[in-house]
């Protein structure tokens, strides 16, 4: 079965974390406010870079294709953080100019001893929660004229829906494996040598995802044509 280890995640000096009630309000109606906006996603995108790595590498003893998973998207978020960013360059600001919280890291620690939790907690609930939001970010930013950033956020939905996709099929996998160990018990585990990878493809063609290598590969490439 899985085990946790720990790990010290390391982030910039900018920008301030503070709690989220003190992170001022961000209306997309003054430049200053959608720069706010735009920086409150961009900071958003870089925790999940790091949310995706340490999803790979706290938990060990899972089948190979879970970590090839959460790199690739480490990658996708990565490339989401620097789309963002070079649109809040445009309006003359940066990344670390504003104030941030941590609500979405803190979370990830609070679940850093068991990949149940954290499938169903991060990805599930809080991401989850982005696709509903963005849409309605997307018509404000509409409605002040800013369309390109708005078609940024096109590309990160779509994204994002297919990693909120993949949490699900992690947080099955999950409870497959803590029925395998209540059934198996401690001496018998042993049965059940080789299924789990196997359990754990069949959950994920059964939500729809296939191989992260051949899901984005192809989009990754004609990012890096296009880019």
């Given at each position: 079965?899985?085990r946790?280890?720990?790990?010290?995640?390391?982030?910039?000096?900018?920008?301030?974390?503070?709690?989220p009630k003190?992170?001022p309000?961000?209306?997309?109606?003054?430049?200053?406010?959608?720069?706010?906006?735009?920086?409150?996603?961009?900071?958003?995108?870089?925790s999940?870079i790091?949310?995706?790595?340490?999803h790979a590498?706290?938990f060990?003893g899972?089948?190979?294709?879970?970590?090839?998973?959460w790199?690739?998207v480490?990658?996708d978020?990565?490339?989401h953080f620097?789309?963002?960013?070079?649109?809040l360059n445009s309006?003359g600001?940066?990344y670390g100019?504003?104030?941030?919280h941590?609500?979405?890291?803190?979370?990830?620690?609070?679940?850093?001893?068991d990949?149940?939790?954290?499938?169903?907690l991060?990805?599930?609930?809080?991401?989850?929660?982005?696709l509903?939001?963005?849409?309605?970010?997307?018509?404000r930013?509409e409605?002040?004229?800013?369309?390109?950033?708005a078609r940024v956020?096109?590309?990160?939905?779509r994204?994002?829906?297919?990693?909120?996709?993949?949490?699900l099929?992690e947080?099955?996998?999950?409870?497959?494996q803590?029925?395998?160990?209540i059934?198996?018990g401690?001496?018998?585990?042993?049965?059940?040598?080789?299924l789990p990878?196997?359990a754990?493809?069949?959950?994920?063609r059964?939500?729809?995802?296939?191989?992260?290598?051949?899901?984005?590969?192809?989009g990754?490439?004609?990012?890096?044509?296009?880019?």
């Amino acid at each position: 079965l899985f085990r946790s280890v720990d790990l010290v995640c390391g982030r910039p000096e900018k920008p301030e974390l503070v709690p989220p009630k003190l992170v001022p309000q961000r209306s997309p109606t003054t430049e200053e406010g959608r720069a706010r906006l735009l920086h409150a996603i961009v900071h958003i995108e870089f925790s999940a870079i790091n949310l995706a790595l340490d999803h790979a590498a706290r938990f060990r003893g899972l089948p190979e294709q879970y970590y090839t998973d959460w790199i690739g998207v480490a990658a996708d978020e990565a490339y989401h953080f620097s789309i963002l960013r070079e649109r809040l360059n445009s309006l003359g600001y940066d990344y670390g100019d504003f104030p941030a919280h941590a609500g979405l890291w803190e979370m990830a620690m609070k679940t850093a001893d068991d990949p149940l939790a954290r499938m169903a907690l991060v990805p599930r609930l809080l991401e989850a929660r982005g696709l509903d939001a963005t849409p309605p970010i997307q018509r404000r930013l509409e409605q002040v004229g800013d369309d390109a950033s708005a078609r940024v956020l096109d590309i990160i939905l779509r994204d994002e829906i297919g990693h909120v996709g993949l949490g699900l099929g992690e947080f099955f996998f999950s409870q497959f494996q803590l029925g395998r160990f209540i059934r198996a018990g401690a001496h018998g585990a042993g049965l059940f040598e080789g299924l789990p990878g196997k359990a754990y493809l069949f959950i994920r063609r059964r939500i729809g995802c296939t191989s992260r290598q051949s899901d984005n590969g192809e989009g990754r490439e004609k990012r890096s044509k296009s880019h």
